[in-house]
């Protein structure tokens, strides 16, 4: 059961791990009954989805862009958007920060950080993830709450945790200049705990909740 996978999960993390529900291509039938056992940071990965589900179930769910953001679409998510996790370009950053500023908020941002082995994952290096974290001073309607990132998909748990420990000591070194810095995104169903055990704060469960995707 949905409920009891939640359960399990949470009972094995630390109050101090963010647990976000993944809930893209599942009903929002699914959604309440996890929202009932009482979850209440729910992760989307396309804009469409996540407007459509916020604009239909409760109010107090804190909801997550979990995915690519392109920047034309911004505008349908600066209205009510907790945490974007998939920030990888100044200009995104930008478009964030114009858009929060129409709906006189401040959107909390993540900083994707490319750690995997594959071509195709997106991401910032560490320079670039320095030059936009400067940027950022100057735009008042965005904060930078930490970094994200996604893991090689392998089972070779030396490599995923190696990633993972890359991702935590950029982490570091930038907390050293930047104190607004909290949240370290990593981990999915099938490597939270090996992200908790390299300083994960904030882990990304869908599959081990919600069950399998079609
Ligand atoms: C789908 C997705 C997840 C969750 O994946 P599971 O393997 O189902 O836990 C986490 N993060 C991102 C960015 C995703 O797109």
């Known amino acids: 059961m949905i409920s009891e996978n939640l359960k399990n999960i949470l009972s094995n993390i ?31 990965n396309k804009v469409q989805d996540l407007a459509a589900k916020a ?45 929060a500023a129409q709906n006189n908020r401040v959107i909390d941002c993540l900083l994707q950080i490319h750690i995997a082995e594959e071509e195709t994952k997106f991401g910032l290096n560490e320079v670039e993830a320095i030059q936009v974290l400067n940027a950022a001073d100057e735009l008042k309607n965005v904060c930078i709450k930490g970094l994200m990132g996604m893991a090689t998909n392998t089972a070779d748990e030396s490599v995923v945790s190696k990633e993972f420990a890359g ?41 081990a909740i919600f069950g399998s995707r079609n």
């Open 14 to 44: 630390s109050d101090e791990v963010t647990l976000v529900a993944v809930s893209k291509t599942k009903p929002n039938s699914a959604i309440m009954e996890v929202y009932h056992a009482g979850q209440r940071v729910f992760g989307e």
């Open 55 to 99: 604009e239909a179930l409760p109010k107090d769910i804190q909801w997550h862009m979990i995915g690519h953001l392109q920047s034309n679409k911004v505008k349908y998510i600066a209205p009510f958007v907790a945490l974007i996790h998939g920030i990888d370009s100044l200009k995104l950053l930008k478009e964030v920060n114009k858009r």
């Open 167 to 207: 991702l935590k000591q950029l982490f570091t070194k930038l907390q050293t200049t930047n104190s607004q810095l909290k949240i370290i995104s990593m981990g999915m169903s099938s490597d939270y705990p090996l992200a908790i055990r390299q300083g994960s704060t904030m882990v990304r469960v869908g599959s």
